[in-house]
């Protein structure tokens, strides 16, 4: 009998192949409670743990544990990531060339106004998800969910308003009103999500003689303010200049005013000056007022001629040349 018989082996089967097997085994179930064992947690993101596919904990940022071979299940949830859901539209491709998708989104972006008009709008939802457990437990399909409630909101402030209000200066109070309402839905359903911000993108009134009825209306606005802007700023220009030339006026006016009060005031000075002197001395006083009279009098005067009244001898002869004699 052979050797490979008295072993039990089958023929040319190798001596150290059972060990090969067992040893390979023993690396897979080892591989296999490594990769279930541990998973990774990023830290804009919150785990939660599962046991036998109910919650038991929920874990931070880091490399976190779990039971393996399938007895515990992490799920992540991108807790501070801000998220964005567009209604309306679709971007294929974001970044300095935006693409957007060209499939038609018209059932989620035509709504009905208040005055029974056709407005076609684009708003996007960017939200953040902010109690996991309740993300992943309250709420079967949790997406579908804040897609239906910002579909109904929206529907909801745009049929209570008119057309022309959605066109033109509604569009900030839409926004805000629709913020509040859909963070007041999300609180009482329990999804553990916050809005954000909702943002309004294109809203356009339905095609043909209504749009352009409105485009000429909106390019009528934009052309009143304009003018109202063109005439607020010649006013801000206009008026400070007048405030100015008033002010130089009245400047003037006060600097003259002021010339003659004080000229006045000097005048009587000197009037009342020549008064006391003429009380004390009037003969001196008077004389001298009457040299300073004659010297008003012929100040300007080219050619004197003095002649003394009590001169009895010989009439003066005048030089026609210009001298005197």
Known sequence: MSDSANSGRPSGFPANGQRLIVLGAVVLVLFILVLTSFFVVDQSETAIVL?????DREVGPGLRWKIPFGIEESLIVPIQRVQKMEFGFRTEVAGFNTRYSSRDFTNESVMLTGDLNIVDIEWEVQYRITDARQWLFNIED???????IGQSVMNQLIGDRAIIEVLSSGRTAIEFEAEQLMNEYFRNYGIGVTVNTVRTQNILPPSG?????????????????RLINEGREAINREIPRARGEAEQVIEV????AAERVNRARGDVARFNAVRTEFERNPSVTRTRLYYEGM????KNADKLQLIDKELQNFIPL?????GTQ
């Open 51 to 55: 046991r036998f596919g109910r919650f």
């Open 142 to 148: 949790p997406i579908r969910t804040v897609r239906d």
């Open 209 to 225: 003689r209504v749009q352009n009825a409105f485009e000429d209306v909106n390019t009528a606005i934009q052309d009143m303010n």
């Open 253 to 256: 006016a006060r600097g003259y």
């Open 295 to 298: 010297e008003d009098v012929f």
């Open 318 to 322: 005048l030089n026609l040349k210009g």
